[in-house]
C-alpha cells in the first residue's frame, strides 16, 4: 500500500507549474504571527521538480527570499534548462502571485553504477523509545509543524535548559525525527527534517536562542525505508550575527540517507516564561 505525502502539492494541466496549499500545520512560529516552515517549501519544490522530470533529486539547495502565511497558496514554477541521459538540471520557483517566495536549484537522476559505499557513521546513540521528546514542541498551543512531528533528544539542550551552563563544549545535537501518522519518510520529509538545524542554535550558545535560515542545501545519497530518522546535527561557529551548521540523517540501521547544511541569522529570544 502507498503511503500518504507529508502535504499536498497538486499538479496543474501544465507539467511545469504546481500549486500547494499553505495550511497552518505547514508553519511555524508565535501564535498569531505563523509563516511556512522553511523546510516544507524545499520539501515541495523538491516534489514539483521530481514530478517534473520524473528523476530522483541528487543536491537541492533553497535561497528563502520572503515569507508565506496560512491561507496562501504557493504556486511552484519548474524550469529545466538541461536534461541529459541520466541527470538533469532544475530550478523551481516559488511564488505568491508575482511575490517570489525562494528559489530551488537542483541537479536529478540516477546513474547505472553499483559501487556504494559510505564513510560518515552513525553514533551509537539509545533507541527513540528511551529519548525524551522536545517538551516545548509537544505542548506548543496552537497545531503548526512541530504538531506533526515526533522529535526525542538524545544529546543536548532545548527548551529552558538551553540557557544553562553557557556556550555548548562542542556545539553537537543528536536527536531521534519522524513525522507523526502514517507517511513515508521519502526525499520531501527528509528536506523538513533537515530544516531543524537551527533548532541546535540554543544548546550551542548556550541560550534561548534559533535563527532564520538564510540558505538549505540537502544532499541525497540514498532513500531507504526508514520509520525514524537520526539526525546528528553540529553548529560549527557563530560571528557577525549568522551561524552555520550542518546535519547527517542516517536511517535506524545506520545507513546515510542525505546531508543538509545552512547559514543563518543568530535570533537570541526572551527566555520562556
Not at 499553505?22 to 523538491?46: H, Q, S, T
Request: one cysteine or more; glycine letters at 10%; a negative charge.
Amino acid at each position: 500500500m502507498t503511503r500518504p505525502s507529508f502535504f499536498d502539492l497538486h499538479s496543474t494541466h501544465n507539467p511545469y507549474r504546481w500549486h500547494l496549499s499553505v495550511k497552518p500545520d505547514l508553519c511555524v512560529g508565535p501564535p498569531g504571527n505563523l509563516f511556512m516552515f522553511g523546510g516544507v517549501g524545499l520539501a515541495a519544490a523538491i516534489a514539483a521538480m521530481e514530478g517534473t522530470c520524473g528523476r530522483p533529486t541528487v543536491w537541492a539547495t533553497a535561497q528563502y527570499l520572503s515569507y508565506a502565511r496560512p491561507g496562501a497558496t504557493v504556486d511552484f514554477d519548474v524550469r529545466v534548462p538541461v536534461e541529459g541521459k541520466y541527470n538533469s538540471q532544475a530550478r523551481a520557483v516559488g511564488h505568491i502571485a508575482d511575490k517570489e517566495i525562494l528559489t530551488v536549484n537542483a541537479a536529478l537522476g540516477a546513474r547505472p553504477d553499483a559501487l556504494s559505499h559510505q564513510w560518515a557513521a552513525a553514533p551509537e546513540v539509545p533507541r527513540p523509545e528511551e529519548c525524551a521528546p522536545i517538551e516545548h514542541w509537544t505542548k506548543h498551543p496552537e497545531p503548526d509543524l512541530h504538531s506533526r512531528l515526533d522529535v526525542r533528544v538524545v544529546k543536548g539542550r532545548y527548551g529552558r535548559a538551553r540557557a544553562q551552563g553557557g556556550f555548548s563544549a562542542d556545539g553537537h545535537v543528536v536527536l531521534w525525527a519522524r513525522p507523526n501518522g502514517d507517511y513515508a519518510i521519502d526525499s520531501a520529509v527528509l528536506a523538513i527534517i533537515a530544516d531543524h538545524v537551527p533548532s541546535a542554535i540554543g544548546n550551542a550558545i548556550g541560550m534561548q536562542a534559533g535563527g532564520n535560515s538564510l540558505d538549505n542545501t540537502i544532499r541525497f545519497i540514498q532513500v531507504v525505508p526508514a520509520e525514524w530518522v537520526l539526525c546528528d546535527i553540529q553548529i560549527h561557529g557563530v560571528h557577525g550575527g549568522f551561524v552555520h551548521g550542518q546535519m547527517n540523517m542516517f536511517s535506524e540501521d545506520g545507513r546515510l540517507m542525505a546531508t543538509a547544511s545552512q547559514s543563518m541569522i543568530l535570533r537570541i529570544h526572551e527566555p520562556p516564561k
